[in-house]
């Protein structure tokens, strides 16, 4: 595991374990994500943008505030938040591949819960996976990639790769500047977009 800062080992180790939840708990990635996107917010504010429970939104400010990865930018009340910058580059645990933990990823990660694809392809290829996807996706809307390049680097079908592609289409707009390039599924003739078929 490598960090883009130095940092002293105890507080790395307690970031790698907020971010750990973060990946674990679409949820909280939401809330993360959302201060991330979006800048700074209240509690009440996250609340209302993120449909959560009054107990819920408290209870997820505070862990994130105690793990570090939210911080109070305002002590008057009411208080607001903002998240950090998280860029933290983990290995696979075969030592095969390296991929790097961000916003967007954390993004993607909150977004399972409502985007099916996204959910199925985190149950099929893991949070690495969705990590190399989101990579393929830049590239994608950069004219870098197409879905057949990314199906065959990653030996999944065509279909399965443009179906993530497109999920993570928006997270990509959203997290980099990048001219839109890439095509979109109503755009490929006779393509089904029922993801467990793919």
């Known amino acids: ?55 819920t939104a408290y209870s997820y400010v505070d862990r994130l505030v105690d793990a570090g990865v939210i911080q109070v930018v305002s002590e008057t009340p009411p208080r607001r938040y903002a998240a950090r910058e998280i860029e933290l580059t983990v290995t696979t645990a ?20 409502t985007d099916a694809d996204i959910d199925t392809y985190i149950d099929r290829h893991g949070i690495a996976g969705l990590a190399t996807a989101l990579t393929y996706t830049v590239e994608r809307e950069r004219g870098e990639m197409s879905h057949r390049l990314m199906a065959r680097d990653l030996d999944i079908s065509p279909l399965a790769a443009e179906i993530i592609l497109q999920a993570l289409r928006p997270i990509v707009h959203e997290h980099f500047d990048i001219e839109t390039t890439g095509g979109s599924l109503a ?12």
Do not use: C, H, K
């Not at 507080?11 to 679409?26: K, T």
């Open 94 to 113: 075969d030592g095969e591949r390296e991929y790097t933990i961000t916003p967007a990823l954390i993004d993607a990660v909150g977004r399972r819960e």
């Open 1 to 55: 595991m490598s960090r883009t800062s130095n940092q002293a080992n105890g507080d790395l180790l307690r970031e790698f374990l907020s971010i750990a939840d973060l990946l674990e708990e679409p949820r909280l990635a939401q809330l993360y994500a959302y201060l991330a996107r979006d800048g700074e917010a209240t509690t009440q504010e996250l609340i209302e943008a993120l449909d959560l429970p009054q107990g």
């Open 187 to 198: 755009d490929i003739e006779g393509v089904d977009t029922d993801f467990d078929d793919a």
